[in-house]
């Protein structure tokens, strides 16, 4: 499945943003779908995750500000940011992985990134 994030920006603190990634190829609702973040100099960090079947894990530093969800028809997932903070600046990513592909938070078990958009949020 190919990937291709949008929807990053510059928002001030408190604000919201809406990340979107499309995919494109088959079976896009058998996929896990993940968020990733990543600012320079450190490793990528799990933000949220859906599963296929709709269940949902989340940081808990985005916990209770970041919702995702997915759209199968529209092959499309979400990544809604509520009460953003300078903290949370960085380079997102989407990913998709296999449903049997155990666990959520690790990226290594991410077949396939998108491109990666940028938040970038004032203080």
């Known amino acids: 499945v190919q990937l291709q994030a949008s929807g990053g920006g510059l928002v001030q603190g408190g604000g919201s943003l809406r990340l979107s990634c499309a995919a494109s190829?088959?079976?896009?609702?058998?996929?896990?779908m993940g968020w990733f973040r990543q600012v320079p100099g450190k490793d990528r960090e799990f933000v949220a995750s859906i599963r296929s079947g709709g269940s949902t894990y989340y940081a808990d530093s985005v916990k209770g500000r970041f919702t995702v969800s997915r759209d199968n028809a529209k092959n499309t997932v979400a990544l809604q940011m509520n009460s953003l903070k300078p903290e949370d600046t960085a380079v997102y990513y989407c990913a998709a992985k296999a449903y049997f592909r155990v666990g959520y938070a690790d990226p290594e078990i991410y077949d396939s990134w998108g491109q990666g958009t940028q938040v970038t949020v004032s203080s």
């Open positions: 190829g088959r079976a896009f609702s058998t996929y896990d």
